[in-house]
C-alpha cells in the first residue's frame, strides 16, 4: 500500500528532545546559504558521479502546484526546495539518494517544471531517506527537485547523492530528426506531447523547438532542450525541432501542424425542438 498522502498524526517532537536539538544545531551551523530556486536560478551541476552532499534550499517556495508540471504528488510542492540541474552526456540508469528530514520528495523533469518541462519520475514519502531511480537520456536538460509536504519547511538539512550513466561517445554528421510527431489535433488548453521520430546518440546533441499561429510564416523558440516537448495551444499552431550535433551541424524535423479542436455547443433550451405531446 502507498501511504505516501495519507494524513499526518499531529504529535509532534518537543523542542528539547535530544533529536529536535541536534537537527536545531546542524541547521543553525551546517546549513547551507538560501537562494532563489527558479529554474534560472537553479544550481549547475557538472555532469559526473556525487558522493553525499550538503544540498542548498531555498528562502523562499518558488516551484509549486501552482506553477509546476504535476511530477507525482503535488502535494510535496509546498517546502522551500533545493533545485538543481544538469545536461545528461549519456543514457542509461540514474540514482538520486536524499537523506535528511522526513516528509519529502524527489521529482526529476526533463526541461524546467513551471515551463514545459516533462514530468520524468518522483517518488514521496514520510521516510527520511529515498533513491529516485530511473533513465535519462542524452543531450537532455534536466531539472532535479527535493521538497516537503511542509512541515518541514524544507528538505534542509539534507544529503544528496547522484550516480549517472557513462559518458556517451560524441555524436557524428548532422543530425536527421525525421518527422515531427504530435496529435491530429488538441482541444484549446489541453496538453500533449510532441516528438522526433529519429533521436540522434552520442554526445552534444542539443535540441531547440519553434512553433508558428501564422502558417509557418513566423516561427518563435519555445520548449526545453529536449527530444519530447509538453505544451498546450489556443490556435491552429505548427511546429519542428532543431537538432544540433556540437560541431557538426544542425538538422530541422518535418513540421507538423496541431489543429484546435472545436469544442461542441449545446443549443439553448429556447432552440431545443419539443415533440408533439398526444393530444
Known amino acids: 500500500m502507498n501511504c505516501s498522502t495519507s494524513p499526518r498524526p499531529p504529535r509532534r517532537t518537543p ?10 544545531l546542524v541547521a543553525l551551523f551546517g546549513a547551507q ?6 529554474c534560472a536560478g537553479a544550481t549547475v551541476l ?17 516551484i509549486n502546484s501552482g506553477n509546476a508540471v504535476p511530477c507525482g504528488s503535488t502535494s510535496y510542492l509546498g517546502g522551500q526546495e533545493a533545485l538543481y540541474t544538469f545536461t545528461s552526456q549519456g ?10 528530514v522526513s516528509w519529502t520528495g524527489i521529482q526529476l523533469w526533463a526541461g524546467c517544471p513551471t515551463s514545459g518541462g516533462v514530468c520524468v519520475a518522483s517518488i514521496t514519502s514520510s521516510a527520511t531517506s529515498k533513491t529516485l531511480n530511473t533513465t535519462v537520456t542524452n543531450g537532455v536538460t534536466y531539472y532535479l527537485m527535493v521538497d516537503t509536504w511542509p512541515t518541514p519547511n524544507s528538505p534542509c538539512p539534507g544529503t544528496l547523492a ?12 548532422i543530425p536527421i530528426p525525421g518527422a515531427t510527431t504530435g496529435p491530429s489535433a488538441s482541444c484549446s488548453g489541453a496538453n500533449f506531447n510532441l516528438g522526433i521520430t529519429n533521436n540522434p546518440t552520442g554526445s552534444g546533441v542539443s535540441y531547440q523547438w519553434y512553433a508558428s499561429i501564422d502558417g509557418g510564416v513566423n516561427y518563435s523558440p519555445v520548449g526545453p532542450n529536449a527530444a519530447t516537448y509538453t505544451t498546450s495551444l489556443t490556435q491552429t499552431t505548427m511546429y519542428y ?3 544540433t550535433c556540437a560541431g557538426n551541424g ?16 449545446r443549443a439553448s433550451p429556447a432552440m431545443r425542438r419539443i415533440p408533439n405531446r398526444p393530444a
Do not use: E, M
Open 162 to 173: 547522484i550516480t549517472l550513466p557513462p559518458v556517451a561517445a560524441p555524436c557524428a554528421g
Open 241 to 243: 525541432c532543431d537538432v
Open 15 to 24: 523542542w528539547w528532545h535530544p533529536a529536535a536539538l541536534a537537527l536545531g
Open 46 to 62: 557538472a555532469y559526473q558521479n556525487y558522493p553525499a552532499f550538503a544540498i542548498t534550499c531555498g528562502g523562499t517556495n518558488d
Open 91 to 100: 543514457t542509461g540508469a540514474a540514482s538520486f539518494a536524499y537523506v535528511g
Open 33 to 38: 546559504k538560501a537562494h532563489g530556486t527558479t
Open 250 to 265: 544542425t538538422g530541422s524535423s518535418a513540421p507538423i501542424t496541431v489543429p484546435a479542436a472545436r469544442t461542441p455547443s
